[in-house]
C-alpha cells in the first residue's frame, strides 16, 4: 500500500518472450515517446470499451448485418454526430492498433535494417489507412460517386 | 505478474486478440472506403457480410473484441488501483466470464437469421 504497485520493478517478471517488453502492467516506461505511448494505449482503451460495444451493439444487435446497407449509412451519416463518432473511432482504434502492432514489432524483429522496414511499414499504414477513412467519412453524400474512386480512376 | 499461468494466458490472448482486431480494422476500412464507389458497388460488396460463413467468424471477431476491450480494463486497474495486482488473478476469471456472458447472446442474435426463412442469411 505504501507505493503503487506499477512503479515497482517486478523481481520475477517474465512474459513469455521478452523481459523488457513495454506491454503490461509492471513496466510503465520512465519516459519520452513509450511514456506517451504507455498512457495512450490506455485512455484510447477506456474510449473505445464504450465507442465500440456501442458500435457493435448497433451494427450487430439493434439491426441485422445485412440491414447495414448503403441507404443505412446514408441515413446515419445524414446526422453529423456518427460522422465525428465514425472519425474518432476510426482514428483511436487505427493508431491504438498499429501502435501495439510497433510494440509487437520490437518483441519479435531483431535484425536493425528489418525493424526499420518493419516500423516504417506500420507507420505508412497509419497514414494511407486513415486518409483513406477519414477521406471516405467526409467526402460520404449519398447517390454521388465523387469519393475515393476518382482519385484512383477506376470508375468512370 | 508472470508468475502464474493466468497472466502469461492473458499477455498472449490480449497480443493475439490485439493483432486479430487490427488486421479486421484494415479491412473494414478497405470496404468502408467502397461507399464513395456508390450503392451498387458498396451493397454487392459488402452482402457478403450476410453469408453465414462470415457470420461465423465475425463471432470470432467479437469474441476478441470482448476479451480485449475488458481484459484492458483489468490491466488499467491493475495498473492505477493500488490493490489491483493483488487481484489480477481474480479480475481474469471475471474477464473470461464477462467475456463469455456477452457474447453468448451475440452470438445467438448473429445467427439467429440463419434458422429463420427469409434470406437474410445467405
Not at chain 1, 63 to 89: E, G, I, M
Not at chain 2, 33 to 62: C, E, H, K, M, Q
Request: aromatic share 16%; proline share 4%.
Amino acid at each position: 500500500m505504501s507505493k503503487p504497485a506499477t512503479v515497482e520493478p517486478p523481481a520475477n517478471s517474465a512474459s513469455p518472450l521478452k523481459k523488457a517488453s513495454t506491454y503490461g502492467a509492471t513496466s510503465r516506461p520512465q519516459g519520452g515517446f513509450e511514456l506517451f505511448s504507455w498512457y495512450f494505449f490506455r485512455i484510447t482503451g477506456v474510449i473505445m470499451v464504450f465507442m465500440v460495444i456501442i458500435h457493435l451493439v448497433i451494427m450487430h444487435l439493434t439491426n441485422d448485418v445485412s440491414q447495414t446497407v448503403y441507404d443505412f449509412v446514408a441515413a446515419r451519416y445524414a446526422n453529423p454526430f456518427w460522422r465525428v463518432y465514425d472519425l474518432l473511432l476510426l482514428t483511436f482504434a487505427l493508431l491504438h492498433g498499429l501502435n501495439g502492432l510497433r510494440i509487437a514489432v520490437d518483441d519479435y524483429v531483431r535484425p536493425r535494417g528489418w525493424r526499420l522496414l518493419a516500423h516504417s511499414t506500420v507507420w505508412m499504414l497509419a497514414v494511407a489507412f486513415w486518409l483513406m477513412g477519414t477521406m471516405t467519412i467526409i467526402t460520404f453524400q449519398p447517390g454521388t460517386t465523387t469519393g475515393i474512386q476518382n482519385l484512383f480512376g477506376l470508375l468512370k | 505478474m508472470y508468475r502464474g499461468q493466468s497472466g502469461m494466458f492473458s499477455w498472449l490472448f490480449h497480443r493475439i486478440s490485439g493483432l486479430g482486431i487490427l488486421l479486421f480494422l484494415l479491412l473494414h476500412i478497405v470496404d468502408i472506403t467502397l461507399l464513395g464507389f456508390g450503392p451498387a458497388v458498396y451493397n454487392d460488396a459488402i452482402s457478403i457480410f450476410s453469408t453465414w460463413y462470415i457470420r461465423i467468424a465475425s463471432l470470432f471477431l467479437i469474441a476478441a473484441v470482448l476479451y480485449h476491450a475488458y481484459n484492458g480494463v483489468r490491466i488499467i486497474l491493475v495498473d492505477f488501483w493500488p490493490r489491483g495486482a493483488r487481484f489480477q488473478q481474480a479480475m481474469f476469471w471475471t474477464v473470461l466470464l464477462a467475456t463469455i456472458v456477452c457474447w453468448v447472446p451475440t452470438a445467438v442474435i448473429i445467427m439467429a437469421p440463419c434458422f429463420q426463412a427469409g434470406n437474410a442469411c445467405k
